[in-house]
């Protein structure tokens, strides 16, 4: 996009144009690090928690492609730090959704006024860890609001959090006694059509649908009907002894309720490139029919099960359009399981009370287009699984100084079932600005596909200046295969 002229002067456009011909071509830098080297270990706090010693207040929701960094923050930081997740998606906690929104500015200033202006506010003694359990929901794309209640615990990992052992059986059950499983699954690659976005932000149709479609599609394990209410906080982790038919491949767990009416609801999942099941640094083929042990952390949750519902686990070797498929179909052999449920006692009502949601008056505006989302999945006629995604932020002109902004983008995932060779992605994506009489546009589209040994990408970059073509850029690449 363009700097503004009313900020920069008629020097905008030779800036614009300089932007434009040194865009750099993120995907080729990215795919070549395909594993987790020294590229990524530079922006990872997790490499050195002791680094961060200012006072942190981790605030996320449980929608947010982010959920997991409140807990492993609040963990492992020695720095003052707090934790707050709610039911809400990639937005600020006092207008985000699903509802019900808190008082975040208020939590803001409580925390700066006391670490920077060394105010008592009193949050060095909140508890460490504020979250928003959410009651069971009959599955949708989306929710204006989670019923459920906010817990609090003083110290985060919870010593009142006991971990509840559940066994995979040969007959598809969950159960407190070991066994044998010994079954196999080879999913269809379009299996994971239910999963929603990986970061909802849009308010609309992004969150995980029924997930029944994607069962059938998995190796499904049931609990029995639970008799009490069962509050699930923290990680629930799966480990598996497994053998695979194949040097590499993926697999993907979901932990869902299992409703009284066969509905499916998703709770957390998590995904594993099992050629990375001993370290993401230095990957290595796996050797056929070997056995392996893995232990997969699905994501952090706060999620009641009522009684009358059962637990599921359900396991896939493909979960499009959220994971790559590796280059050829896999069959993984389970040969025994254990799943490990974060079991918190019930609360029967809130532990914490926010503050109600406060903000400045909106800043004056007009809307000159309405945001819209939508996400379709459809099977076409050659037999391809194809997810469509508009995602329109719509249009709006600032009325303090006229400034026009807006975008939108067009995404679209292919795959055949029986081919992982066939997943194709594209995107289009505009983004318009400006001032009436002196408005741009740029335009980049995108897609990329693979073989059994590169990746390749192409994509091309457009500007106009009232609607006149001033720019235009080619980009396409090719980059080996590295154990994905």
Known sequence: RPPDSALVGEKWREMWLHRLNNQPYNWSQWMRHQHRDDYWKHGSVCEDYSAIKAAVLSIGGWH?????????????LS?????????????????????????????ARRWWDHWLKGEDTGVDKDPDYR??????????????????????????????????????????????????????????????????????????DELP??????????????????????????????TLRL???????QIAVRLCDLQPDGRSAH??????NLTHHQSHESPKELVVDEPITITLALDQCAYRLPAGHRLRVAISTAYWPMVWPSPEAVELTIETGTLHVPV??????????????????????????????????????????????????????????GLISGSWVRESFSIQPDDPLSARCSARWQQTGGREGQMWRTEVECSMHGDHGNFYSAASLRAFENDELIFEKYYGDKVERDLV
């Open 64 to 76: 947010d492609g982010y959920r997991n960094t409140i807990s492993h923050l609040v963990e492992n």
């Open 79 to 107: 720095a003052p730090v707090k934790g707050i997740v709610g039911p809400w998606n990639h937005k600020y906690p006092h207008y985000a959704g699903p509802k019900p929104a808190i008082g975040f500015l208020q939590e």
């Open 131 to 204: 979250a928003y359990v959410m009651d069971s929901l009959s599955p949708q794309r989306w929710y204006d609001q989670r019923p459920g209640r906010w817990i609090a615990e003083p110290v985060w990992p919870s010593p009142s959090i006991t971990d509840h052992a559940l066994h995979l059986t040969a007959d598809g059950h969950l159960q407190r006694e070991p066994g044998v499983v010994d079954r196999s699954i080879a999913s269809p690659q379009d299996c994971g059509a239910q999963t929603g976005e990986y970061f909802p932000f849009a308010y609309s």
């Open 209 to 238: 649908d029924e997930q029944t479609p994607d069962d059938e599609r998995s190796l499904c394990f049931d609990a029995a009907t639970s008799t009490e209410v069962m509050d699930i906080v923290g990680a629930p982790r799966v």
């Open 243 to 249: 053998r695979s038919n194949r040097n590499q491949g």
């Open 267 to 272: 709770i957390s999942f998590g995904c594993l």
């Open 344 to 401: 918190r006692a019930a609360a029967e009502a809130d532990e914490w009370q926010f503050e109600q949601p406060e903000a400045a008056p909106a800043w004056r505006s007009v809307n000159r287009r309405v945001p819209q989302y939508s996400r379709k999945t459809h099977r076409a006629a050659d037999g391809r699984v194809v997810t469509d995604i508009h995602c329109d932020s719509g249009e709006d002109q600032d009325l303090e100084h």
